[in-house]
């Protein structure tokens, strides 16, 4: 399994036109993209461990063999176990535009209300959202980086691939997690009540890239 | 199957894909027809071969071949201990597999205890069924809950009927002409009976009043149910004859009872059927209000609902000692009749949900807190919110409590009926009067046409407000984004109305725009609560997003409080005005008629609107503050407090920044601006009051012209304010009707609590700053009050 894991994968380049592009470097770690089916069983293993919701294979494959480039797995270079993995999606959202204020130079502030002229609403838009479903690391590796290091190169390809935003679900009792999230810049967006078949709360969590 | 009546294949019609080296052992049989006719008598329901009580999901679990993620139509089988016995050591555990519905009271796999009922397990019957009512208004659905009681599957109560309905053959219907018909089966069968048919009529009234309501969402209810068939009742009012004849039964049975035998049980019984029985009428008749007996109805609702709180609250200590003596057989008799998962096959291919049932002490106490909502959040409202300022204070509890789904349908079910708020009172009235009790509308204004257009296009607005405080808290934070933006555009209406009803009055005073103010208020006081709820619910949970909900949210009650200083100038003016006149011209003074303005010189036109009465009122001009007054000015108070409350956190953040303990973050995918802009985004099409910039934040929060004693200085200062605005609002307080009341005491307990516990950490900051220490553990803690976090420094 360690050797499918890594027996010609491509292993992400760690020469990159730019330094915050460059992905981040773990000691002993090596990241891999996802490329075949023969990889599911360690996205599966490490996911279902740690995460409280059952996924069935058909969900695994509904991320994966659509997004492949989205997942990518960690792996130890001496043992050559697949020690973590994210993997994500890309979504076509309709978002309602903010409407654009008046100019300074269009408000008279000796005007009355009614003849000053009103903001114009921009008509909703398809927006591409990136999606992160699942992030799992396996206990024996955690604290050393490496679902840092997965966030980031997730977040990266997915605003080369022209998203906008990225969402994610975590349960409220997550602050491990939610702490990961909010490094980057992901702020709760809403409460989800009764989210999980635990009956248990979720934050939305999103992070809008600049642009 | 035999083979003679297949015909034999000598492998010569194999279809292509086999393989020709392909040499069968045996001779191939075509089953082709065999299959298509077995295969036409299959259904979607249906998809295997398969008998009433045994299917494809039973197969594979017998098989122990279903996979828990794979299968997600998986029947989840639930591990029992058995209690070891005299031969063996430890505990056994057994997988059990939930049975499928029954088919009745004799149902083949297994009868439901009928004959061998006894009054104790009708009792703890009573009071599952009591915890499944509880559960169904907690958000599950009807198969979660109801029915999994299994007495309350429609063929099962059919069953129950037939054999207590003392007149279902011909010959007892005879006998019942001429002598009354004695009570068929045993009193414990019948109290089974009895609460079970309280249970499906209770859920089936509950489903109708949330669903007419429609102000759910998936987390308050879940409102499928499945197909599951109700049990029908033969007439209006069977429930309702059964509960109250099995009641008097009960009642009758128990004076001739030893009081050491069962006397327990019996009142248990009785209790839950009244408690049932009660709740049943005081919701059918919230549901149905109507006419000119509103309050008539609402009060005889109330004492019902008042009665089945006190019914409720005795069963406990009842159950309580029941509990202690319940015995083993009790126990079978409830895991034969309650089965979490007997509905399993309904539901499909949808994930196991986890089942929750909350032990029977917390079911019922939050059973006693749900019937008790109905009493304050409905019944009191009703007959005491008498005017749009009141209703607001009154139903702001109903809100920020969370007050079960159920209670909030009830109330938004009658908010507007026969076109009338609580069918009672007119709403454009109710406008009228709230703005002349924010600022006096003068009698010039009110009756003119152009009011009474411009108060029917604030009244759809004005009664979203009132619907918003029913909804769901988390969800009101939605609503409100979509809110702000109806209230925005109809600043522009409320600024057209003004300039020409001066014009139409013919007034040359200055301007007063009675109705741009009312509509900026309301908009800042949604952008207020919009704001506040993404702290409540620990949306806005860092240092750095606190700061700048605070800062915002100071902006927002200052801009607010400019709004009411001037109506409240206007009030006064105008009140002088009248006093001025009475002391001069005591002649013509009198209550009906208008009077001549503040300023006004030469005609004062004056015209009744069509359909409009006469809205002249010179009671809020008295010198001496009436009631409402004081309601008005105890909520002043608080919102000025809170804006010094936001102001000190600010401060107090902004020190803390300031002294190195915390910093501000930085991302390599965003910013602290695009997060700002997204944040606020809602409150960018909204002209007043203006969209403040992340650039303004920055302006805004900007102490470093302070030094670090002047900043902590000024915090502590802040907070000093708010704590004596505090004081002074709850000495007003004493004098209201507790209802009324803007905010509660135990809520102004804790916002002092707020501004005390700051004052205190600022102290320590200071200590902290003068030693040189940059590196004290900061705790923000909302559990003090959910809107204003307390700052400790360790």
Known sequence: MAETATQNL?????????????????????????????????????????????????????FLHRFPDLCIMAVDQTTGDVCGCVVGKIDLETVASPTILPTEESLDGEQSPADQPLPTPVSPQQQQTGYIGMLAVSKLYRRQGIGKALVKQVLQRMEDRGCTSVTLETEVSNKTAQELYQNFGFVREELLVRYYLNNSDAYRLRLWFCR | MSESNIPASDGKDLPETVGRDFQPKAAMVDITTMLKDAASALTFESPMIHTDSFNLQDSMAALEIMDQKMDCCEVPASAMLIEPTEQQNDKDERMIFPRPAPT???????????????????????????????????????????????????????????????????????????????QKGTIAQRSVFASTLLLVELTDLIRGVILNADIYEEEDFGTSTFNIASFRRPSEGFTLKIVLDEISSIEEEST??????????????????????????????????????????????????????KKLQDTVPIFARLKEKQSDSVKVILRRTFDPFVNRPLVGNSPVRTIVFRDAIDA????????????????????????????????????????????????????????LIFGQYSLPEMIVRY?????????????????????????????????????????????????????????????????????????????????????????????????????????????????????????????????????????????????????????????????????????????????????????????????????????????????????????????????????????????????????????????????????DYLKGSDFTKLT????????????????????QALKHMSKLDPDFLPIQVEEVKQLSKVCVANSVYLQRLKQLTVGGKTNAKLTLDMATHRHFCTIKLG
């Open chain 2, 104 to 182: 009745g009271l004799d149902d083949v796999i297994d009868a439901l205890p009928w004959d061998e009922l006894t009054i104790e397990d009708a009792a703890f019957i009573a009071l599952e069924n009591v915890i499944r009512l509880e559960s169904l208004l907690s958000g599950s659905s009807v198969v979660e809950s109801t029915y999994t009681c299994l007495y309350s599957h429609k063929v099962v109560l059919e069953d129950m009927h037939k054999r207590l309905d003392p007149c279902m053959s011909l010959t007892e219907q005879m006998k019942a002409i001429m002598q009354t018909p004695t």
């Open chain 2, 364 to 419: 019922t106490n939050e059973m006693i807190r749900m019937v008790d909502e109905v009493d304050w959040c409905v019944c009191k409202v009703i007959l005491k919110a008498n005017s749009l300022g009141r209703i607001r204070r009154m139903m702001r509890p109903v809100s920020s409590e969370s007050a079960n789904i159920l209670t909030r349908s009830l109330l938004v079910l009658n908010l507007y009926f026969d076109e």
């Open chain 2, 435 to 695: 703005m002349r009790q924010l600022s006096h509308v003068p009698d010039s204004i009110v009756n003119l046409p152009t009011t009474d257009a411009f108060l029917n296009r604030l009244c759809k607005p004005v009664y979203d407000t009132l619907k918003l405080m029913a909804l769901n808290r988390n969800r009101q934070r939605s609503y409100l984004d979509i809110m702000l933006g109806d209230w925005s555009a109809l600043r522009e209406e409320a600024y057209i109305a003004d300039m020409t009803n001066h014009q139409d009055s013919g007034s040359h005073s200055e301007l007063q725009p009675h109705f741009s103010l009312y509509v900026i208020s309301t908009t800042i006081e949604l952008m207020d609560n919009y704001v506040d709820l993404g702290v409540e619910l620990e949306l806005l949970c860092n240092e750095h997003e606190l700061t700048i909900a605070y800062w915002y949210r100071d902006f927002l009650l200052s801009s607010l409080l400019t709004q009411l200083n001037t109506m409240r100038r206007y009030k006064l003016d105008a009140k002088k005005q009248v006093h001025q006149d009475a002391e001069q011209f005591p002649a013509t003074v009198s209550g009906g008629k208008p009077q001549k303005g503040g300023k006004k010189k030469g005609k004062n036109k004056v015209s009744v609107a069509n359909g409009a009465s006469n809205r002249t009122n010179r009671d809020d001009l008295s010198i001496t503050p009436t009631v409402e007054d004081i309601e008005e000015e105890v909520e002043y108070l608080f919102l000025n407090a809170k804006r010094f409350l936001c102001r000190g956190i600010v401060r107090f953040f902004v020190s803390l920044n300031q002294a190195g303990l915390i910093k501000e973050n930085s991302f390599d995918f965003t910013s602290n601006e695009m997060i700002y802009q997204k944040r606020f985004e809602p409150f960018i099409g909204i002209h007043q009051p203006p969209y403040l910039t992340y650039d």
């Open chain 2, 256 to 309: 001739k009872l030893d009081q050491y035998d069962n006397q327990d049980a019996f009142e248990a019984i009785r209790l839950t059927l009244s408690f049932q029985k009660d709740l049943m009428v005081a919701v059918s008749s919230l549901a149905r209000l109507s006419g000119k007996t509103i309050r008539k109805e609402v009060e005889a609702a109330q004492q019902s609902i008042k009665s089945a709180k």
């Open chain 2, 708 to 727: 670090q004693n002047n900043l902590v200085s000024a915090s502590s200062d802040s907070f000093s304010v708010a704590k004596s605005l505090i004081d």
């Open chain 1, 10 to 62: 491509s292993v992400l380049p760690e020469d990159s036109p730019s330094d915050d592009k460059k992905p981040p470097s773990v000691p002993q770690i090596v990241f891999v993209n996802y490329e075949n089916e023969s990889q599911i069983n360690d996205v599966m293993r490490l996911v279902a461990l740690d995460l409280s919701e059952p996924y069935s294979i058909f969900t695994y494959r509904y």
